[in-house]
């Protein structure tokens, strides 16, 4: 009776072994796979770091001003209207009310991320989001509501980049 239960005993501890092994094993490639993608996050950052570093120099140097007529639209978060992730902007950070998105050429000209822009007769906005490469002198701001963005419509309106 003792033999046969060593036997069933040392059967269950091996089986069990070998199922927290296999446990360790994955839980270790999924480490490595976050820690990879942690890893391409932070030199994501470091590259738009840069590149807004370097459009505010750009707009420095141009000496552009920085009131303009643009036109502005609104626009929610819908795979329609954003990427495959409409809840994450350009700026790798989440979509909130307050926030807007530029287009290209604006951000070219130092309309960069975390900037703040009043639109008149609206208030003050940060960017936080690109638009299409199609769309020039225009301005997206962010809604929930697809109704109310709706309803905003389509206007051309003075936009001034502050300094704050």
């Not at 069933?8 to 796979?33: F, G, N, P, Y």
């Not at 738009?48 to 639209?73: C, D, F, G, H, I």
């Not at 809604?143 to 419509?153: K, L």
Request: contains cysteine; positive net charge; hydrophobic residues 45%.
């Amino acid at each position: 009776m003792k033999i046969l239960f060593n036997y069933i005993m040392t059967a269950t501890l091996c089986a069990a072994i070998t199922v927290l092994a296999v446990v360790v094993v994955v839980k270790q490639q999924r480490i490595d796979d976050l820690s990879h993608r942690l890893d391409l996050a932070q030199k994501t950052a470091t590259a738009r770091k840069q590149l807004v570093e370097e459009a505010r120099l750009l707009q420095k140097a141009m000496n552009m001003s920085p009131v303009r007529t643009v036109t502005v639209t609104a626009y929610n978060p819908t795979t329609e209207q954003c990427d495959a992730d409409p809840l994450i902007a350009a700026s790798m950070r989440k979509v909130r009310s307050g926030t807007i998105a530029v287009s290209r050429d604006l951000f070219d000209q130092g309309w960069v991320f975390g900037r703040k822009v009043r639109i008149e007769g609206y208030g003050i906005f940060e960017i936080n989001d690109l638009m299409n490469k199609r769309f020039t002198q225009r301005i997206d701001i962010f809604m929930w509501d697809e109704g109310q963005a709706r309803q905003f419509g389509k206007k051309n309106i003075k936009a001034a980049l502050l300094e704050i």
